[in-house]
């Protein structure tokens, strides 16, 4: 049995857009603010370019990771992220999609670095990733989000759209 190949994406002529964005909404709603990414996306309504699919993951890594092989330009996951001194607060970075920690990959639950490293496994390649994340109060059990994370949900919709834009106008050189 050989290893796969990985697939290489077709070189983007000079002033050509980005066409296919993937926006994925991760997190658990039964543990409070970790449903944080899944909230913002039930927000969003479809997008007007057919090139951008928004999806709520939940958990669902592998359900991602399988989605992931498909040939994706960029990918904007929507995630909770630690208290770091500002819960409620939106952040938007971009991410390391090349570590290649020695992670196993529960079908039911969603770790990013085990989601990444299980595409490449299938021999897919990572898309460029940028995260629209929102630091958190609690992942304790339980549905609905804290007062700080559910009031930066509109903020947070709204990084949504402007990366998607820019990622759709970035012209590759």
């Known amino acids: 049995m050989s290893a796969a190949r990985p697939r290489r994406r077709r070189p983007r002529i000079r002033g050509e857009t980005t066409r296919k964005v993937l926006v994925a ?3 658990n709603i039964f543990l409070s603010d970790d449903g944080f990414g ?18 709520d993951y939940g958990i669902r890594g592998m359900h991602l990771a399988y989605d992931l092989l498909d040939d994706w330009d960029a990918l ?15 952040e938007v970075f971009d991410a390391d999609e090349t570590n290649d920690p020695v ?16 595409v ?9 990733t940028v995260v629209v994340g929102c630091q958190i109060v609690s992942v304790a059990e339980g549905i609905g989000l804290t007062d700080p994370v559910e009031a930066a949900l509109a903020a947070a919709a709204d990084a949504v759209d402007s990366v998607v834009a820019e990622l759709l106008d970035r012209q590759e050189v």
């Open 25 to 27: 909404g991760i997190g």
């Open 38 to 55: 899944p909230a913002v996306v039930r927000r969003l309504p479809p997008h007007r370019e057919p090139s951008v699919r928004i999806t």
């Open 76 to 90: 904007v996951l929507v995630d909770a992220l630690p208290d770091r001194g500002a819960p409620g607060r939106v």
């Open 120 to 128: 490449r496994t299938l021999g897919g390649t990572v898309p460029p």
């Open 103 to 118: 992670t196993q990959l529960d079908a039911h639950a969603m770790n990013p670095d085990a989601v990444f490293s299980m």
